[in-house]
Every structure is written in structure tokens, then in C-alpha cells.
């Protein structure tokens, strides 16, 4: 079972790059989340989606962007990578059913 | 605004004594509340859910209304408990989890 699979694992960006952390999940689950975690910050949510075709912004969307062309891919877009999106990112599914959420193992990205 | 906060970044306890990881919330209405758990190189995982009131791993958590609390506790620490723990719940009428900023726990042999 994969479950939620996120590539890239690490990355290494320049200042004003742009990049996709790509994810998927194979579980047919409705919601998909991508969240940030930052030292003593804990996971901040940067965009969520309920279903194919439809997104929203969490907490912290500024610098991204999200798709969901298909129940099973949510990607994240940085736009012009900055400093301050050095950062581990977890990708997450779940279904209404339980409320449980099925994390993928995060990716390290670094801008410098 | 609804939030989860949890006061403690570090805490270390000994073998075999008891563990409380403390979770406030603010919440109107009733909230559902999550704990989640941290292993090292390993992903995020459920650990217990306020609703189904089970025992993992010999944690439990009570949700207090009187004292908007979900803190989680075990009487005796192993030191496989070291983690990091996170309390989480949806924002009301969405399924946005909000999650606190960690507790770390550390059972020192």
C-alpha cells in the first residue's frame, strides 16, 4: 500500500526559482492538504481541497498555488522560491468518514 | 478564533513515569480533537481521536468542556514514546485541521 507518496524527498532551490511538490494518494480520498512545518511553528495549513476541481487557501497560501485535476494528484507550485519558504512540506489525504489524516513522509526544501 | 495550543515545545520524563502532554482548544460548539505522532524518520500518524475514547499504546486523552482541554497522558513512559506530538481539530463546519506547534517528548532512560 503507498498510501500518500511526495516527491520530491529533498530540494535545493535559488532565490526567485519556482518548483512542484508533486503528491499522491492511492486511498480514493476526497480531501488532500498541504502543510508546512517549521520549527516550534508546528504544521501550518497552506492550501486544502475537498475534490477534484476544487481548492482553498489555509493559513499561509502566499507563495503558492495548488491544482487538483484528479481525485488522486494535489500538487504545490512555489513561484519565486524565497528564503522564508525553507521549509519541510507534508502532503495529506482523509475522507469524512473518520477524520483521520494519512501523511506522506515530507519534503525538505531549502532556498537559498 | 478557533486554535489549539499546546504550552510545552520539550518534555522530558524518566522511564516509567507518567506522561501528560497538555492540549487547550478554543472551539464554539463541540469540537472533534486528534492526537498525531511523530516518530523519528517517520511520517506523521494518527494516534487517538477524542470520539472513538480508545487506549493506544497505553495513551488516552479526555476532552474537558469545562476546562477546553485534550491533554494526553500515560501513566507509565517507555522510551519508544519518544516523539513529537501534535493536538489537532477541524475548524468548525470545514475539514481544515488545525494542528498546535508540537510537543516533544523525550523518556530518558
Known amino acids: 500500500n503507498a498510501g500518500v507518496t511526495q516527491t520530491p524527498k529533498f530540494r535545493i532551490l535559488k532565490i526567485g526559482q519556482s518548483m512542484t511538490l508533486q503528491c499522491t494518494q492511492d486511498m480514493n480520498h476526497n480531501y488532500m492538504y498541504w502543510y508546512r512545518q517549521d520549527p516550534g511553528m508546528g504544521l501550518k495549513l497552506i492550501y486544502y481541497s475537498v475534490g477534484a476541481g476544487i481548492t482553498d487557501k489555509g493559513e499561509v497560501p502566499n507563495g503558492y498555488n495548488v491544482s487538483r485535476s484528479t481525485t488522486e494528484d494535489f500538487p504545490l507550485r512555489l513561484e519565486l522560491a524565497a528564503p522564508s519558504q525553507t521549509s519541510v512540506y507534508f502532503c495529506?489525504?482523509?475522507?469524512?468518514?473518520?477524520?483521520?489524516?494519512?501523511f506522506g513522509e515530507g519534503s525538505r526544501l531549502t532556498v537559498l | 478564533a478557533q486554535r489549539v495550543t499546546q504550552p510545552e515545545k520539550l518534555l522530558s520524563v524518566f522511564k516509567g513515569a507518567p506522561v501528560e502532554l497538555k492540549c487547550n482548544y478554543s472551539y464554539s460548539g463541540s469540537p472533534e480533537l486528534f492526537w498525531y505522532v511523530q516518530y523519528s524518520r517517520q511520517r506523521l500518524q494518527l494516534l487517538l481521536r477524542?470520539?472513538s475514547r480508545e487506549s493506544i499504546k497505553g495513551f488516552t486523552a479526555d476532552l474537558n468542556k469545562g476546562e477546553t482541554s485534550f491533554h494526553l497522558k500515560k501513566p507509565f513512559a517507555q522510551e519508544e514514546d519518544s516523539a513529537m506530538y501534535y493536538c489537532a481539530l477541524p475548524i468548525s463546519g470545514t475539514y481544515k485541521y488545525i494542528f498546535g506547534t508540537g510537543t516533544r517528548l523525550k523518556v530518558l532512560a
Open positions: 495529506a489525504s482523509g475522507t469524512s468518514n473518520t477524520g483521520e489524516l494519512f
Open positions: 477524542h470520539i
